[in-house]
């Protein structure tokens, strides 16, 4: 396949699978995101902050209100040795105790690496945790990340953008830098599937986010332990690297999706930039262990079963 006939096959009509809120690191509330997918024309849409599911309930009640479809899911920073994965999982129940147990070490975690960042940051920079508290909007049921404190030094004026922090003092092999503690992929995957979730590696070929991309090997390994999909559709994943993703999903049985990796203000994504098939998105629907909002249909019973895996 060429490039032109691979951009072709990608979804012009779908669902934005991969957005983010004020729960994580995007700047609008999970209203805000319903709304504008509505208004964008989109088939539906999915929630997906980083680490968390606080922004759930507000998205349901919201695409409830508005007589939108949502699906709910979740971004896993993740590790597959030197490799950051991000995992994407869908429809899965948030109550499952090994991955609510996973949820809160990772957000402890996080806590814990901002505020050692922040001290460095203070020998050379006015900024204090506080600071960077001032730039959390959803409290403690955010997810505190670098763009939190990227904010807050654009806030003292040590940088006019977000993103002229991320390549600044806080970028990844800066002296400021701390890493994040995350689980392997590999528990990801099985706290996902051991919670009835649907798991797609987020922009698997993004050459932005690692040097070293997962190779041909730790993708299968992944599949071995229950993963079912790949973020195909994304800005980040070169394009060359796209040909690939579809090969090893076709012989694998893997879904397809994609998504924009929205952030409303926080990133220049665009929301519908990129899609998941219809198709796609029923597959999850049926695989999932929680009910979609799905306006049509909501006479009819949640879909409460388990997809039997083999
Ligand atoms: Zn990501
Ligand atoms: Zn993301």
Same mark, same amino acid.
């Given at each position: 396949?060429?490039?032109?006939? *691979? $951009?072709?096959?990608?979804? =012009?009509? &779908?669902w934005d699978?991969?957005c983010?809120?004020? +729960? !994580?690191?995007?700047?609008?509330?999970?209203?805000?995101l319903v709304?504008?997918a509505?208004?964008?024309?989109l088939?539906g849409v999915a929630?997906?902050?980083?680490?968390?599911?606080?922004?759930?309930?507000?998205?349901?009640?919201?695409?409830?209100?508005?007589?939108f479809?949502l699906?709910?899911?979740?971004?896993?920073?993740?590790?597959?040795?030197?490799?950051?994965?991000?995992?994407?999982?869908?429809?899965?129940?948030?109550?499952?105790?090994?991955?609510?147990?996973?949820?809160?070490?990772?957000?402890?975690?996080?806590?814990?690496?901002?505020?050692?960042?922040?001290?460095?940051?203070?020998?050379?920079?006015?900024?204090?945790?506080?600071?960077?508290?001032?730039?959390?909007?959803?409290?403690?049921?955010?997810?505190?990340?670098?763009?939190? *404190? $990227?904010?807050?030094?654009? =806030?003292? &004026?040590?940088?006019?953008?977000?993103?002229?922090? +991320? !390549?600044?003092?806080?970028?990844?092999?800066?002296?400021?830098?701390?890493?994040?503690?995350?689980?392997?992929?590999?528990?990801?995957?099985?706290?996902?599937?051991?919670?009835?979730?649907?798991?797609?590696?987020?922009?698997?070929?993004?050459?932005?986010?690692?040097?070293?991309?997962?190779?041909?090997?730790?993708?299968?390994?992944?599949?071995?332990?229950?993963?079912?999909?790949?973020?195909?559709?994304?800005?980040?994943?070169?394009?060359?690297?796209?040909?690939?993703?579809?090969?090893?999903?076709?012989?694998?049985?893997?879904?397809?999706?994609?998504?924009?990796?929205?952030?409303?203000?926080?990133?220049?994504?665009?929301?519908?930039?990129?899609?998941?098939?219809?198709?796609?998105?029923?597959?999850?629907?049926?695989?999932?262990?929680?009910?979609?909002?799905?306006?049509?249909?909501?006479?009819?019973?949640?879909?409460?079963?388990?997809?039997?895996?083999?």
């Open positions: 396949m060429t490039h032109d006939e *691979i $951009a072709n096959i990608a979804p =012009r009509v &779908g699978l991969h983010h809120t004020v +729960f !994580s690191d995007g700047t609008e509330t999970p209203e805000t709304k504008q509505k208004q964008a024309g088939l929630i997906t902050d980083h680490d968390t599911t606080s922004g759930w309930g507000a998205a349901q009640q919201s695409a409830r209100r508005l007589g479809p699906l709910c899911g979740t971004e896993i920073t993740a590790q597959f040795d030197h490799v950051s994965v991000h995992m994407l999982a869908y429809q899965y129940d948030p109550n499952s105790p090994r991955i609510a147990r996973m949820f809160a070490k990772t957000r402890d975690g996080r806590v814990r690496r901002a505020k050692a960042m922040v001290r460095r940051l203070s020998e050379d920079f006015p900024i204090t945790w506080d600071d960077v508290l001032a730039q959390v909007k959803e409290g403690s049921r955010t997810t505190i990340g670098r763009p939190h *404190i $990227a904010d807050a030094l654009v =806030r003292a &004026g040590v940088y006019a953008t977000r993103s002229e922090a +991320f !390549s600044g003092a806080i970028r990844g092999g800066s002296k400021y830098y701390v890493p994040t503690p995350s689980p392997t992929a590999l528990e990801a995957v099985q706290a996902i599937r051991e919670a009835g979730g649907v798991s797609v590696i987020a922009h698997p070929a993004d050459p932005s986010r690692n040097r070293m991309l997962l190779s041909d090997g730790q993708i299968e390994a992944l599949i071995d332990e229950g993963l079912c999909g790949l973020e195909v559709w994304h800005r980040g994943n070169a394009p060359d690297q796209r040909l690939r993703l579809l090969d090893i999903a076709r012989s694998h049985g893997l879904l397809v999706t994609g998504g924009s990796d929205w952030h409303g203000a926080g990133k220049p994504n665009v929301l519908g930039e990129n899609l998941t098939d219809a198709e796609v998105v029923k597959q999850i629907i049926t695989r999932g262990a929680i009910a979609p909002v799905i306006p049509q249909d909501s006479d009819k019973p949640a879909n409460s079963a388990v997809f039997p895996r083999a």
